[in-house]
């Protein structure tokens, strides 16, 4: 069981003080959200966080969640910057492109990861699975922190657990969107096994406090 925070809704300017609180508390992995203002609603970071990030936290995984359909430009820079782990959303490009970049991303030796939105059928992972060391079903409606967990996701999860069992291959299944004390025991009864956690984690200072205590839920 992996949580991994999400700095989104982390004051930026403490960023590094709350990474390190959280390093301290266990976390090994951290979740970068990048959005474009384009095929979500809202910007964040660009490679120079990542790059900076690593070189701060060179033992700490990069998790880079990319909400962008200019795979083009932004996967190759990203690579570069130095992400240990890149997801990004089938809905952003044909499947052809999907394909393409899962295996660029494994020949530059980034772990592969794709990105399913809520609305998105989570039998297209049948076709990938081979690809794939991660799935992540969004939890939310992309785009912003804060927003409240999809209960009609609880089947999504166990969908995709089936199809990622049936594969015998150890691929991952990643939430994102709302998790928090409660909702973090129903996603992982369904099957999921890393956790996204932005908003419940930052938003009052004890970052410690609170990945001890979804710790003490998961184990
Ligand atoms: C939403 C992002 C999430 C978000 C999670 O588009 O992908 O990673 O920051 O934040 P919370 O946990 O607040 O829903
Ligand atoms: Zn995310």
Not at 5 to 20: F, R
Not at 102 to 130: E, I, M
């Amino acid at each position: 069981m992996i949580i991994a925070p999400s700095i989104l809704n982390a004051n930026n300017l403490q960023l590094g003080n709350d990474i390190k609180k959280a390093s301290e508390a266990g976390i090994t992995r951290f979740h970068i959200d990048i959005m474009d203002g384009h095929f979500v609603p809202n910007l964040s970071y660009g490679p120079q966080l990542v790059k900076d990030f690593k070189r701060e936290f060179p033992m700490t995984d990069a998790e880079i969640h990319l909400m962008s359909d200019n795979p083009k430009d932004l996967i190759p820079a990203f690579v570069q910057a130095g992400a240990d782990l890149l997801e990004f959303h089938y809905e952003a490009m044909d499947e052809g492109q999907v394909s393409y970049w899962l295996d660029y991303l494994a020949s530059n030796g980034v772990r592969p990861g794709l990105v399913l939105n809520p609305d998105t059928p989570v039998s297209v992972l049948d076709k990938f699975a081979p690809k794939l060391k991660q799935v992540l079903l969004m939890t939310v409606y992309p785009g912003f922190g804060g927003q409240k967990f999809i209960e009609a996701s609880i089947d999504r999860i166990k969908e995709a657990r089936k199809i990622i069992d049936q594969t015998g291959s150890r691929i991952t299944l990643e939430v994102d969107g709302g998790i928090n004390a409660d909702t973090i025991k129903l996603a992982k009864d369904a099957g999921a096994n890393v956790f996204v956690v932005g908003s419940y984690l930052f938003k009052d200072g004890d970052v410690a406090g609170k990945v001890n205590k979804l710790n003490e839920i998961l184990a």
